[in-house]
């Protein structure tokens, strides 16, 4: 199933590949679109490890966008 292959290769990285909040979009995008083929039950259940999974990778993409700007301020 690929909504199990997002979340696999979520969990499988450290590091998002997203170079913008467009790349952001597109696969929370993706994945609900196809939460839409599955089971309502499935698809809950599918969601919150999808989720847990785009928060821990946005967190560290968003620590480091803030990096650069922190360092040209001084901070």
Do not use: H, N
Not at 19 to 30: H, K, Q, T, Y
Not at 46 to 64: G, N
């Amino acid at each position: 199933m690929r909504m199990r292959e997002m979340i696999e290769r979520l969990k499988a990285t450290s590091v998002p590949c997203w170079r913008d909040e467009a790349g952001v979009i597109l696969d929370d995008g993706a994945f609900q679109r196809a939460m839409r083929l599955v089971p309502r039950e499935e698809a809950q259940a599918l969601w919150a490890d999808f989720d847990a999974q785009m928060e821990r990778l946005y967190a560290v993409w968003v620590a480091a966008c803030a990096s650069p700007s922190e360092a040209a301020s001084g901070q």
